[in-house]
């Protein structure tokens, strides 16, 4: 079945670790997003790639990295994990960058 | 700067017509999208807006005036279901799409 899919689902983690939430989708879309999403907030991009081996920032990059090695895949790394990072983050992808995206089940982070 | 603005709730009573509605300030513009997403859940997608006027999909309606920058999203013959948050989205001229904070809509019997 066609999807995007995101691990873990929920993870609790100690500040200063690293850690990295995975991403994958198997419909063949070139272009994919991080979103992180807070309470009375909009969701707010993180990082996107238009197409496999280009990246580009967001609105709110600072403590985050990503990698686009081939279609299928988008981790989203944090270096050294601090509490104001604690949010839900949702995967996104679209066929192209101005197409309608959509979102995978997302990924409920808590720094400690 | 760039802002959508939506209001943060409404109630509405079930059968009944609820219209969400939403401003926007990109930077260029190319397009509005609305989306639903239940408590716990991802956004899914309902509509897309370039062009003024209306787009109708089932009881859901969509309405768009570039001039005024507005839009609003229209749900008919409303059901318990459709208790959930409405995020209005704008796509700039990066094809970046701007985000409201959402209205999350409550459906009462």
Avoid at chain 1, 26 to 40: I, K
Avoid at chain 2, 66 to 85: I, P
């Amino acid at each position: 079945i066609a999807g995007i899919t995101q691990a873990p689902t929920s993870q609790i983690l100690a500040a200063g670790r690293r850690m990295t939430l995975r991403c994958t989708q198997d419909m063949r879309h070139n272009a994919m997003y991080w979103y992180r999403q807070d309470l009375g907030l909009g969701l707010r991009l993180i990082h996107y790639s238009n197409t496999a081996g280009t990246t580009g920032k967001g609105e709110v990059p600072d403590g985050y990295s990503v990698s686009r090695a081939n279609t299928d895949d988008f981790p989203l790394t944090l270096a050294s994990a601090v509490p104001s990072q604690t949010s839900v983050y949702f995967c996104a992808t679209s066929k192209g960058a101005p197409d309608t995206q959509y979102f995978g089940p997302g990924t409920r982070l808590t720094v400690l | 700067g760039q802002n959508i603005d939506q209001p943060t709730e409404m109630t509405a009573t079930e059968g009944a017509i609820v219209q969400i509605n939403c401003t926007y300030q990109t930077s260029g513009f190319n397009g509005l999208f609305w989306y639903q997403q239940h408590a716990g859940e991802a956004p899914t997608f309902l509509s897309y807006n370039v062009l003024d006027g209306l787009e109708e999909k089932g009881r859901f309606s969509s309405f768009l005036s570039r001039s005024k920058g507005y839009s609003y999203l229209l749900l008919k013959e409303l059901q318990m279901k459709d208790s959930a948050s409405y995020l209005c989205a704008g796509m700039d001229s990066n094809y970046q799409l701007i985000w409201g904070a959402g209205t999350k809509l409550i459906i009462k019997p």
